[in-house]
């Protein structure tokens, strides 16, 4: 399953999220809310009403909230279907009651609000729309129709035509305005803890692999020893049995497969034993590293290592953290995948500084996204000839900013000049170009300067 596929799963599950024990707590206290606000309107204030058919919407809530009760645990998680029948369930329940105590008259109206937020929280979109317009379709009856409320005196309580016009209006754009707000907030924090996620997930594989790598490097030291006296005595043992061709022709064989054992073991990287040499590198190889999954897909890649001002700085070593070659791949294939030809790295650094700089030759990025670049699921909607089906999410942009930003680095995007044109709004228009800074005194990348012997490997449990 594709990432996509995951957040299109989990958008379509979106009401499994809200447990039966949490609809029921609030159905509960609008119980309790509603006989305490009916006795006080007829003990208090002696207002009259049909009281008869009040207790009965009431009743209706109550009989509902033990069925649902006994009939499911409170632990279950609603569908869909069981989350949508039960807040239209309470908007009919509060606009019967509503409707028998004055209407839109009865100020406990804005109650009206309540199920539809909820639903722009938990389920989908065409389920949101569905309560939506039955909510404002029974705010309009509402307001046309409804049993009024009598004083003591028998005076009519009612609102001036204008004031109850102006009420209306106010709970038809309070059910849409909610709506989309809470639903606007709703999204975009499940966005974020996806996106979070994601990179959680990115930076536990980035992780695996490094240690891997110290298994295989250690693995391949100290197997090459072995291998390499293999060969020699097959080697030795071929020049003493020339008479005898079927002893020969297994001294080759085996001459072959240790062979191929030392390829096999050279092939498979670095990846036994945690390699302590291989915590830190020069900041050049740490760059190349996190480039090389990208450098034969049809581009070119350039490197360009150069001192700022005093051109015999040496260069730093920095911490091999996973973050960083994980964060510094995504740039780089970002680049590569929008880049017509070529993408350039340049890599530098001065007496307080560490600056890497990854532009390519393509189109650049999009004006209309390039301030919210590094936001999860902003998608640049063009094609991409070398990966068909391409479908930019945002993500790679996100958690390449993300896990760069732990590591204390500043990211900024841009687009360059191309022969020194612009667009009609003075924006530069061509490559884009990504840099991402370190200070050199960073602990989270810097090597201690007195850091002692690095000890001895230690083995993976």
Same mark, same amino acid.
């Given at each position: ?16 999220? +809200? ?24 003990? +208090? ?11 009965? $919407? ?39 009651? %509503? ?25 989908? %979109?065409?389920?949101?729309?569905? @309560? ?5 379709? @029974?705010? =309009? ?20 035509? %204008? ?14 305005? @909610? ?24 930076? $536990? ?32 043992? @071929? ?60 581009? =070119? ?14 260069? *730093? ?44 030759? /393509?189109?650049?990025? *999009? ?27 945002? %993500? ?10 732990? =590591? ?7 687009? /360059? ?27 989270? +990348? ?16």
């Amino acid at each position: 399953m594709t990432v996509a596929e995951h957040f299109q799963g989990e958008d379509r599950e979106r009401s499994n999220w +809200i447990r039966l024990r949490t609809l029921l707590r609030v159905r509960w206290v609008a119980t309790v809310g509603q006989s305490i606000a009916m006795a006080v309107a007829v003990q +208090i204030h002696d207002l009259q009403f049909e009281t008869g058919y009040a207790v009965m $919407a009431i009743a209706m809530l109550v009989v509902t909230n033990i069925y649902f009760s006994f009939a499911y645990p409170e632990t279950k998680r609603l569908s869909e279907g069981e989350a949508f029948f039960m807040l239209l369930i309470d908007i009919f329940q509060l606009s019967f009651l %509503l409707y028998m105590t004055g209407g839109l008259s009865n100020p406990f109206a804005l109650l009206m609000l309540a199920p539809v937020t909820i639903a722009a929280t938990v389920l989908q %979109l065409r389920s949101t729309l569905t @309560l939506g317009m039955v909510a404002v379709t @029974l705010i =309009s009856l509402l307001s046309l129709f409804s049993v009024p409320i009598l004083t003591s005196d028998g005076v009519v309580l009612t609102m001036p035509p %204008l004031f109850q016009f102006g009420f209306w209006a106010a709970l038809v754009v309070g059910v849409v305005f @909610l709506a989309i707000y809470a639903r606007q907030v709703t999204v975009e924090m499940h966005t974020m803890a996806e996106a979070l996620l994601a990179t959680q997930l990115a930076l $536990a594989r980035e992780q695996k692999l490094t240690d891997l790598g110290g298994v295989v490097a250690a693995a391949a030291h100290e197997l090459g020893t072995p291998l390499a006296t293999i060969k020699l005595v097959s080697t030795e043992l @071929l020049d003493e049995v020339t008479d005898r061709p079927d002893v020969q022709e297994d001294l080759t064989l085996i001459r072959q497969q240790a062979d191929r054992c030392r390829d096999i073991l050279h092939s498979m990287g670095r990846t036994g034993k945690d390699d302590l040499h291989m915590r830190q590198a020069p900041l050049e190889t740490v760059v190349r590293e996190a480039a090389e999954p990208h450098l034969d897909r049809g581009k =070119s890649v350039a490197f360009d290592v150069v001192p700022l001002g005093d051109v015999h700085l040496t260069q *730093p070593s920095i911490l091999r953290r996973p973050e960083i070659i994980h964060g510094l791949r995504n740039l780089i294939q970002n680049a590569v995948d929008f880049a017509e030809t070529e993408v350039k790295i340049r890599v530098s650094w001065d007496n307080e500084m560490l600056n890497i700089r990854i532009s390519d030759d /393509g189109d650049g990025f *999009p004006a209309s996204v390039l301030g919210r670049i590094g936001d999860p699921f902003v998608r640049r909607r063009r094609p991409i000839n070398d990966r068909p089906g391409y479908e930019g999410m945002g %993500l790679g942009m996100f958690i390449a900013k993300t896990l760069l930003e732990r =590591s204390g680095a500043q990211l900024t995007f841009a687009n /360059g000049r191309r022969k020194g044109q612009a667009g009609w709004a003075g924006q530069a228009t061509g490559g884009a170009i990504v840099t991402v800074k370190w200070m050199r005194d960073n602990s989270s +990348i810097a090597v201690p300067e007195n850091h002692g012997a690095l000890g001895e490997n230690q083995h993976f449990s």
